[in-house]
């Protein structure tokens, strides 16, 4: 069965491993309005490009479509599809309304086609277990459920805010909720809501308040259910609970792990040690699986990945088979799913409205920022209005975090390598701040997306005769593996950097280029390059200082004993407004790195000094960490055939543990620039203000 994609972006890539990991059908098309984004997915898969659905039907391409676009898009696209006779699975939140969902179930009963929903964490094969066990007789009659979803959503706090899921309150719920009641559904029945709280709002900038925490009281059947869902700074915890009169199960369906208690019929003094051993065994019976299933296909058996693999199998067998889909994935399931959200929102209390003044002007920006609704961004926007400076922000959308400067930002949707739409979105402006950056994963994606992106902006600014291009490159880019070599602007990057990692070598071509167009052709370039950027807004898990297991534990390059370059981010927006200024900029780049404060561990006990919150600190070995990457090269490259895989070196990865102390005299003498000398005034803004956890 020949199967198409519709939406390329991120969940997309999901699916697509799913159809190769299954063989359930062929990816014989791909379709975004982005060109580019659809060839990325398609040349992995060897698929045909399409920028419309209409000419996707036209082809006769396909059998089936997986619709993986924004919600909004979600009824309309896959009407279009069942009315041409192609069966549709529809990512959540299949539909945003009760009316939407009626009217697609309709649409796919007229056509004789498959609707399937995309509850994917249904196809985990740890809750097929749970429901045999349900039918056993093993937990007894069901009295109550529990169904979290307690995961930290980190862009709440750090943006970026154009998210789909942040742009209304509402957006939440419909976008995580389907997840919870999708299992409360499928395991009981219809949900009636009874109660909602919500609490620890988040003020977004120029949106108004968010909820972090849902507490939904409802009941389904005779099951009496609470659905509860966290996204401040939290352990992850994303299962499902049932309570019954023979047993209790516990279900981590993120992770693929069912456990059930049950009592025992043992004398008083073995009873507590069987109990428990029962429970042990459990335990590791889920750990070997887990670990042997993933070992064994290479992370291709992830429980994330087998949630789509399991979805994926029940579509298209049913499609094949011409039997009825699965009843967890059925319209029918998909409809209550949509019932029951609708009837919680109706009970979503008003919530704290941005405060948008009444516009009195139009802006009249002399500034141009790239990657304005970014962490830095935001701040630099808010600070160049705070001198009062107009500012344009370039933004994928024709909206962003600023509504409630409506005098002195606008927001111009451009594609960044869209030529003539930059040439025009400079227009009239000044100084460009490029922030911009893509996440990469081959030195030819980046060559093209980063540098091809920057060098691109560059040829637009001087069209448009700007007079200052300050570019954000990184001190990522820099070799800091040697503790003794202490770094200034007058350190090179190395010449050969095809060892290092994406990130850093794709900067610092970036900058080779810019440079090179500064002595040619007279670029009027200056860049900058912060260092670890802390401070409101900022993320807890900064991976700039380790690697992240969840809120609570964090894994430090190396042993943490050497100062870290870390810098507020009010310093870094003053360093870079300085640089736009200060004619003597022109040509030259700067390190924003902070005063020395404090190593990784300092940071972490400041942390629980000034908030509580103990995090699990332990050092990582960096040479463990090299060999370990050197192990996954091997096997991308041999294995899975990834033939753009890299490999960084050891420098690459004693990099990373910044071992290498900064100089920063540079811009303190040339612009004036004064980084916070305090340490306890550097503690309270990066840390106590910061808002790290949420609430």
């Known amino acids: 069965m020949r199967t198409g994609i519709i939406g390329a972006g991120y969940i997309a890539d999901w699916h697509g491993d799913a159809l190769r990991q299954t063989g359930a059908a062929q990816l014989a098309a791909v379709c975004d309005v982005s060109q580019e984004a659809a060839q990325g997915l398609a040349d992995a898969h060897g698929a045909a490009v399409f920028t419309s659905v209409e000419d996707m039907i036209a082809a006769n391409a396909v059998d089936a479509v997986h619709i993986c676009t924004p919600p909004q898009l979600h009824a309309a696209l896959a009407q279009q599809c069942l009315n041409a006779g192609l069966h549709c699975l529809v990512e959540k939140p299949v539909a945003l309304s009760v009316a939407e969902m009626q009217s697609m179930a309709q649409a796919a009963t007229d056509a004789g086609k498959l609707l399937a929903s995309g509850h994917n964490f249904m196809g985990?094969?740890?809750?097929?277990?749970?429901?045999?066990?349900?039918?056993?007789?093993?937990?007894?009659?069901?009295?109550?459920?529990?169904?979290?979803?307690?995961?930290?959503?980190?862009?709440?706090?750090?943006?970026?805010?154009?998210?789909?899921?942040?742009?209304?309150?509402?957006?939440?719920?419909?976008?995580?909720?389907?997840?919870?009641?999708?299992?409360?559904?499928?395991?009981?029945?219809?949900?009636?809501?009874?109660?909602?709280?919500?609490?620890?709002?988040?003020?977004?900038?120029?949106?108004?308040?968010?909820?972090?925490?849902?507490?939904?009281?409802?009941?389904?059947?005779?099951?009496?259910?609470?659905?509860?869902?966290?996204?401040?700074?939290?352990?992850?915890?994303?299962?499902?609970?049932?309570?019954?009169?023979?047993?209790?199960?516990?279900?981590?369906y993120a992770h693929d792990r069912l456990v059930i208690s049950r009592d025992n019929t043992a004398d008083l003094v073995a009873n507590p040690f069987l109990f428990q051993m029962a429970q042990a065994g459990q335990h590791l019976r889920e750990g070997f699986v887990n670990g042997a299933r993933q070992l064994t296909s290479l992370n291709r058996k992830s429980p994330y990945a087998l949630s789509f693999q399991g979805?994926?199998?029940?579509?298209?067998?049913?499609?094949?088979?011409?039997?009825?889909?699965?009843?967890?994935?059925?319209?029918?399931?998909?409809?209550?799913?949509?019932?029951?959200?609708?009837?919680?929102?109706?009970?979503?209390?008003?919530l704290a409205a941005p405060n948008i003044p009444t516009p009195s002007r139009t802006p009249k920006p002399k500034a141009l920022v790239i990657g304005g609704t970014g962490f830095i961004g935001r701040h630099l926007t808010r600070a160049l209005v705070a001198k009062g400076q107009d500012v344009r922000v370039l933004s994928r959308g024709r909206s962003g975090?600023?509504?409630?400067?409506?005098?002195?930002?606008?927001?111009?949707?451009?594609?960044?390598?869209?030529?003539?739409?930059?040439?025009?979105?400079?227009?009239?402006?000044?100084?460009?701040?490029?922030?911009?950056?893509?996440?990469?994963?081959?030195?030819?994606?980046?060559?093209?997306?980063?540098?091809g992106v920057a060098v691109g902006v560059a040829r637009a600014a001087m069209d448009a005769g700007v007079s200052r291009l300050v570019y954000t490159g990184t001190i990522a880019s820099y070799d800091m593996s040697n503790p003794d070599v202490t770094i200034t602007e007058a350190t090179g990057f190395g010449g050969d950097m095809s060892d290092r990692n994406l990130y850093a070598r794709s900067k610092a071509e970036c900058e080779r280029q810019l440079m090179q167009m500064h002595r040619d052709d007279g670029l009027p370039l200056t860049i900058a390059r912060p260092g670890i950027v802390v401070g409101p807004g900022g993320p807890l898990q900064h991976w700039g200082i380790g690697r992240w297991h969840g809120a609570g534990a964090v894994k430090i390059w190396g042993p943490g004993r050497n100062i870290l370059p870390f810098v507020l981010i009010d310093d870094v927006c003053d360093g870079l407004i300085r640089m736009g200024e200060d004619p003597a900029a022109i040509g030259e780049s700067f390190n924003?790195?902070?005063?020395?404060?404090?190593?990784?561990?300092?940071?972490?006990?400041?942390?629980?000094?000034?908030?509580?919150?103990?995090?699990?600190?332990?050092?990582?070995?960096?040479?463990?960490?090299?060999?370990?990457?050197?192990?996954?090269?091997?096997?991308?490259?041999?294995?899975?055939?990834?033939?753009?895989?890299?490999?960084?070196?050891?420098?690459?990865?004693?990099?990373?543990?910044?071992?290498?102390?900064?100089?920063?005299?540079?811009?303190?003498?040339?612009?004036?620039?004064?980084p916070e000398v305090d340490q306890k005034a550097f503690i309270d803004r990066a840390i106590t203000r910061a808002n790290l956890f949420g609430f």
């Open 124 to 252: 985990i094969p740890a809750y097929q277990r749970l429901k045999a066990r349900i039918a056993e007789g093993q937990l007894g009659r069901i009295a109550s459920a529990e169904i979290n979803w307690n995961f930290p959503m980190a862009p709440l706090r750090s943006g970026p805010y154009g998210l789909w899921l942040l742009r209304e309150p509402e957006n939440m719920l419909l976008e995580l909720g389907p997840h919870l009641y999708a299992f409360a559904v499928d395991l009981f029945g219809p949900v009636e809501v009874l109660h909602l709280e919500v609490g620890k709002p988040v003020d977004l900038p120029g949106m108004g308040a968010r909820p972090q925490v849902w507490r939904v009281l409802a009941r389904a059947g005779h099951v009496e259910v609470t659905f509860n869902i966290s996204l401040v700074e939290i352990m992850d915890d994303r299962s499902l609970t049932l309570r019954g009169s023979s047993g209790m199960a516990r279900l981590d």
């Open 311 to 350: 979805l994926v199998t029940a579509f298209y067998e049913a499609a094949k088979s011409g039997r009825p889909l699965d009843a967890r994935f059925a319209p029918e399931a998909g409809l209550e799913v949509s019932k029951a959200l609708a009837a919680t929102l109706d009970r979503l209390p008003v």
């Open 401 to 451: 975090p600023f509504a409630d400067l409506p005098d002195q930002v606008e927001t111009v949707g451009v594609s960044l390598k869209d030529a003539d739409g930059l040439r025009a979105a400079m227009k009239g402006i000044d100084v460009v701040y490029n922030l911009a950056k893509s996440m990469d994963t081959t030195w030819e994606a980046a060559l093209e997306n980063d540098v």
């Open 592 to 674: 924003l790195v902070g005063e020395p404060m404090m190593n990784a561990r300092d940071y972490f006990d400041a942390i629980r000094t000034a908030t509580g919150a103990g995090i699990r600190v332990t050092s990582g070995n960096l040479h463990l960490f090299w060999a370990s990457d050197a192990i996954k090269y091997q096997l991308k490259r041999r294995v899975l055939g990834r033939k753009g895989a890299i490999r960084a070196s050891l420098s690459d990865w004693k990099s990373r543990a910044h071992l290498s102390p900064f100089d920063n005299s540079r811009p303190k003498d040339i612009l004036g620039w004064t």
